[in-house]
Nanobody, 131 residues
Framework: QVQLQESGPGLVKPSQTLSLTCTVS??????????WSWVRQPPGKGLEWIGY???????YYSPTLKSRTSISRDTSKNQFTLQLSSVTPEDTAVYYC???????????????????????WGQGTQVTVSS
């Protein structure tokens, strides 16, 4: 079974870049019909979709974040990464990596998602943006 684990700094200063890595075990990130996503949950709010990288390497980003977001992967390490630039305190959230394994791709034009839209979740990592 696929397992996901987030890692990266828990504290980022305003204006800097938030960088997180998701390490995948149990299957290859290039296996057909996997969609590797980043989702976040600010305090007291819902799950906000950030973006995903498809098994093919194609990326899709939330319209509200795409100007600041980059998702990449390292297939040799079976990892995919998130970079969110120019962060502010409003970017403080628990950040999750998640995966969907389906011939139907995740919705890529809505802001919020639900847990049942993905098959696998990491445990999440708290990221605080503060000076």
């Amino acid at each position: 079974q696929v397992q996901l684990q987030e890692s990266g700094p828990g504290l980022v200063k305003p204006s800097q870049t938030l960088s997180l890595t998701c390490t995948v075990s149990g299957d290859s990130i290039t296996t057909d019909y996997y969609y590797w996503s980043w989702v976040r949950q600010p305090p007291g709010k819902g799950l906000e979709w950030i973006g995903y990288m498809a098994f093919s390497g194609s990326t899709y980003y939330s319209p509200t974040l795409k100007s600041r977001t980059s998702i990449s992967r390292d297939t040799s390490k079976n990892q995919f990464t998130l970079q969110l630039s120019s962060v502010t305190p409003e970017d403080t959230a628990v950040y999750y990596c998640a995966a969907r394994n389906s011939r139907v791709a995740p919705i890529h034009y809505k802001k919020y998602v639900t847990t049942d839209e993905y098959d696998y979740w990491g445990q999440g990592t708290q990221v605080t943006v503060s000076s």
